[in-house]
């Protein structure tokens, strides 16, 4: 039996002016996961843009929308319903307000908590898709949240930002085993290897 593709849709706005906003995370994600893995050429398709290529062995399309954030859900729509694709084969990748800048969530269904990007997506295909939900703090005040995401990311941020984009690429080939623990797990391994065990160093002072 043929295996179903996977789509990995990552959320943003098209332009030059937006590329390094926070908002942009879910594209950077699904960039480097095409820089690290041998993906075609972006080509316009669906109301943004497709790379095709394979991830463990699977078939697998990244998606940007390049229809505003607003209505990101007429491209991934679109792209769903023409490869056939049942909702379990859907991942998009989004930035998250309410996760601490460098943590990552993944989860499967569940509400958009005012993203309006996933608003977009569960208004068209419904809410049981997969998300990668990753986390780029909230500025505090409720009426700082349109500029805050708006705002390019930090130098402070970079430092956090490209380690983390780095693991998400590295563990995507589990999103395309359907191991989202699995993925998680390893984004954690990686940003926070385990101590190496052995004996304590010792500080004390040598006597004379």
Request: charged share 25%; hydrophobic share 40%.
């Amino acid at each position: 039996m043929k295996e179903t593709p996977l789509l990995i849709a990552g959320l943003g706005n098209p332009g030059a002016d937006y590329a390094r906003n926070r908002h942009n995370a879910g594209f950077m994600a699904v960039d480097v996961i095409r820089e690290s893995y041998r993906f075609g050429p972006w080509r316009g398709r669906f109301s943004g843009v497709l790379s095709e290529g394979k991830l463990s062995g699977r078939k697998t399309y990244l998606l940007k929308p390049m229809t505003y954030m607003n209505d990101s859900g007429i491209s991934v729509g679109a792209a769903v319903r023409y490869f056939k694709l049942p909702l379990s084969a859907v991942v998009v990748m989004q930035d998250e307000i309410d996760l601490a800048a460098g943590k990552i969530r993944a989860k499967t269904g569940g509400g958009d908590a005012g993203h309006n990007g996933l608003r977009s997506v569960t208004a068209t295909l419904g809410a049981d898709y997969r998300r990668v939900r990753i986390g780029v703090g909230h500025p505090g005040e409720k009426h700082r949240v349109h500029g805050h995401v708006l705002n390019n990311f930090s130098k402070v941020d970079e430092e956090w930002l490209v380690p983390m984009l780095s693991a998400i690429a590295e563990a995507a080939p589990l999103l395309a085993k359907d191991d989202d623990v699995g993925f998680l797990n390893k984004v954690a391994l990686l940003l926070k290897p385990p101590e190496k065990k052995g004996k304590p160093a010792d500080n004390r002072k040598e006597e004379r």
